[in-house]
């Protein structure tokens, strides 16, 4: 039988295309965008479905792979409703490729069961909402990466080829401010469902460990970024860096303890 590891590599490898296209002038709307994700997806779906066939692991690799799948599936989505948001694969597919190069890294750690006692229900809506919630904070980190890299080039007068191929200053601030309300409402879900599921495991409704402080960090961070865009004048700079240090409290919760624990200290 073919190990994890060697499938995490294949299936890396698939990845590629997406992530190259951009630099052999390949990057075009239409069908080479689509076969190039489409390849990556597929192999990211079987990546899941190897690693979670009959039971959901805890394992870094498997929340990995479910990360890169989930994020893939709702870049495809939100291409599909702005023209503009395929741009964004330039900065997206190296990022989720580093994730893979992780997975094949920690694929070696078995399989890690669930602990707990919620209801499966509550479980499954509460991981379903999580992962929702870390791709679309994927591609709002990435949406407000571009927009910091296109107002520095239009400062400086000088576009170089990265930027030639991402969305305007305007259409990215907009794609990361749309996904920004998308996000913290499935933020409100996923923190809602975690103490649902809290209160049933252990019958209260907060444990303050690592993964619901940067959680609620997050959540706190990002509302306040997003009322001060609207209502503060929150912009530039500022605001993407705001962001990613959201985008950094939600990875810490969901991958940091894992991380030093499968594969530091393993």
Same mark, same amino acid.
């Given at each position: 039988m073919i190990s994890a590891a060697l499938l995490s590599c294949i299936a890396t490898f698939f990845m590629l295309p997406a992530a190259l296209a951009p630099w052999i002038g390949e990057a075009r709307p239409g069908w080479p965008f689509w076969r190039n994700l489409g390849i990556a997806l597929v192999w990211a779906m079987f990546m899941t479905w190897h690693l979670m066939w009959g039971r959901w692991s805890a394992?870094?690799?498997? @929340? #990995?792979?479910?990360?890169?799948?989930?994020?893939?599936?709702?870049?495809?989505?939100t291409a599909?409703?702005?023209?503009?948001?395929?741009? #964004?694969?330039? +900065?997206?597919?190296?990022?989720?490729?580093f994730l893979a190069v992780l997975g094949c890294f920690s694929a070696s750690?078995?399989?890690v069961a669930v602990s707990g006692y919620a209801p499966s229900a509550w479980v499954d809506l509460h991981i379903l909402v999580s992962v929702t919630t870390l791709g679309l904070l994927t591609l709002a980190a990435a949406a407000a990466l571009a927009s910091f890299i296109q107002a520095r080039a239009l400062k400086n007068k000088s576009q170089n080829r990265l930027?030639?191929? +991402?969305?305007?200053?305007? @259409?990215?601030?907009?794609?990361?401010?749309?996904? +920004?309300?998308?996000?913290?409402?499935? #933020?409100?879900?996923?923190?809602?469902?975690?103490?649902?599921t809290e209160f049933s495991e252990t019958g209260r409704l907060l444990v303050f460990d690592h993964k619901t402080l940067f959680s609620l960090l997050a959540f706190a961070l990002i509302g306040a970024l997003i009322a001060g865009r609207r209502w503060g004048g929150v912009r530039g700079q500022v605001a993407v860096r705001l962001l990613l240090v959201a985008y950094?409290?939600?990875? #810490?919760?969901?991958?940091?303890?894992?991380f030093v624990k499968q594969v530091l200290l393993s």
């Open positions: 394992a870094l690799t498997a @929340d #990995l792979w479910v990360t890169i799948c989930a994020a893939l599936i709702l870049f495809g989505m599909l409703f702005n023209r503009q948001a395929w741009r #964004l694969g330039v +900065l997206m597919m190296p990022y989720l490729i750690q078995g399989p930027s030639r191929q +991402l969305p305007s200053v305007t @259409d990215s601030e907009r794609l990361y401010e749309g996904l +920004l309300i998308l996000s913290e409402a499935v #933020l409100t879900v996923g923190v809602a469902s975690g103490m649902a950094s409290f939600v990875l #810490l919760g969901y991958f940091g303890v894992k």
